[in-house]
Every structure is written in C-alpha cells, then in structure tokens.
C-alpha cells in the first residue's frame, strides 16, 4: 500500500477491502472517534466521471436516512476539492464482513429463503421511506458468519416514482420498465428481487428485456425467452415458493405481488413449515434415541 494510502482526509487505512467502478473500499479507522469503518474512496479521473460521485452522493443520502438491520448504514461524506472542483469522495459506511451472496457456497433451501425474508425486510423499509434499490441483485447482498445479511450499494437508488433518462440496471436482473424508462416504484425492486431469487434457487437467470444495438444503431428491446418455473427445473422447491417467483419477474408490474409485505408473508409460512418440519423430526429422533 503506498504512503499516501495511510491517511486520506481523517480517515487511516487499515486494509483495502475491494474494488468498484471506480471506487475501492477500505477498512479505515475514523479519525475522529477512532470507530473502524468501511471508507468508499471515489476518484475523478475523466470528466464523465462525475456520474460515479452522483450515485456516491445518492448512497449516502438514502442509507443514512434508513435505520435497519438489513441495511448497511452510510455515516458520513467527504469532499475533496482541487481549483473549485471535487476530485475525490470519501464516505464512511457500516464495517460488515461478509461474502456477497453469488461468493457463498451452496446453501440450503431454508438458508436461502431466509436470507431473501430478511432482503426483502430491507427493501420494505426502503420503500416505506420512499425510496427504490433498483439494483438488488446477488452481489449486492452481503451474508456473514452468523447468517446476518446487509443490502448494500444504493447508487442506483431513486424516489419512488423516479423516471430515469438512461437505462440503469443489471441486465440480468433489470426490470421491463427500467429499460423502457418508465417510472420506477417498488415492484422494480420486486422485479430485481425476483429475478435474483430465481437464480440463487435455479443457478439459472430471468430471460429480460436487455437492451441490444441493432445494426450497430440505437438500442431495441430483446425478445425474453420463455422462462421455466423454478419448480419446473428442480422439483424440491415448494410450489409455492416458485408461484412467488414467477408472480414477482411478471412484465406488467401490476400482475406482481401488490407490495413487499406480500413476499414476505409468503417466504414467512414456507420457512416456518420448513423449520417446523426440522424441529419435530429432531424431536423424533430424540425421543426414539
């Protein structure tokens, strides 16, 4: 690491933790009040640049406005400037160790419908803030140890009911109205949500309306291929659990769940009798032992 790594404006680098575009995280040590902190450092090196500082800005305004357990919290942001112009930005986050969901190694079908009630808890509190994700797809769901989670990367965040001028999104997770520039609410995250349940349960992804040049001219809508059932593809997952995901990767947001509540209700009773079959088989086992 080079020297003029170790101390970036009140904030001492212990380690570098990752890399963005064109962003690298640390764990840093806040100056201030000694707390240890995950510090996003953005650096402008081209004027088109700028849009990276945005979504920096954007992350921080709406995660530090939401207090949940589910998602990373942004405490603060930094300027630097050189001749008027902010050159670099720097925002302390929430330390969360932890491997993103598509590093994890297989995971059970319980495991992996709780990780997605408490996504789905922290998207719900988002919402109720009036703010969308837009971007919730397997790398930006951080898992530890324990098996806390933590929704990160608020970049691409918008009020509810945002129209975006450019198409942002994952193209294997995007939404149809993220890429028809329609006005963005919670079922875009429904959507994301969905399409990033489908692949953790299947391996496989949602096909979508991703954006293709046509003769090297303008962008056209891709034709979605059909799109199996989850179920379909392996028969151990609950019926209801796939009716959920194909309700949730609809086209017309109006056919998917009214609202998160609506997800979580239904991973709600599939983890209880998944759960509750576990502990009366162990209770079996005891008793016959």
Not at 46 to 68: N, Y
Not at 176 to 203: H, S
């Amino acid at each position: 690491m080079g020297k003029d790594l170790l101390n970036v404006g009140g904030f001492t680098i212990v380690k570098r933790l990752g890399n963005g575009a064109r962003s690298t995280i640390y764990s840093a040590i806040d100056d201030q009040d000694n707390a240890l902190v995950a510090l996003k450092r953005v650096i402008l090196e081209k004027p088109e640049d700028t849009r990276f500082l945005e979504q920096t800005e954007m992350e921080f305004k709406v995660a530090s406005q939401i207090d949940h357990p589910y998602v990373r919290k942004c405490y603060k942001i930094k300027k630097l400037r050189h001749l008027f112009k902010t050159k670099e930005l720097l925002m302390s986050m929430e330390l969360f160790e932890g491997k993103t969901l598509e590093e994890c190694p297989t995971l059970s079908l319980g495991d992996v419908l709780l990780i997605f009630r408490m996504v789905a808890s922290g998207l719900n509190a988002m919402h109720q803030h009036g703010y969308v994700h837009c971007d919730m797809k397997p790398n930006n769901i951080l898992i530890n140890k324990a098996g806390s989670i933590k929704i990160i990367d608020f970049g691409q965040s918008c009020k509810i009911g945002t129209t975006k001028q450019r198409i942002q999104g994952t193209p294997d997770y995007i939404a149809p109205e993220q890429v028809r520039r329609k006005p963005l609410g919670p079922k875009t995250d429904i959507f994301n949500l969905g399409a990033t349940m489908y692949w953790a349960l299947t391996g496989k992804n949602v096909p979508t309306l991703i954006p293709l040049k046509k003769n090297g001219v303008g962008l056209v809508e891709s034709k979605p291929k059909e799109c199996p059932s989850p179920h379909t593809l392996k028969r151990q997952i609950p019926i209801v659990i796939s009716n959920i995901v194909m309700k949730c990767v609809k086209e017309d947001p109006a056919e998917r769940p009214a609202n998160m509540m609506e997800v979580i209700s239904c991973l709600d009773s599939t983890i209880h009798e998944i759960f509750g079959d576990r502990i009366k088989a162990s209770k079996n086992g005891s008793s016959d032992a």
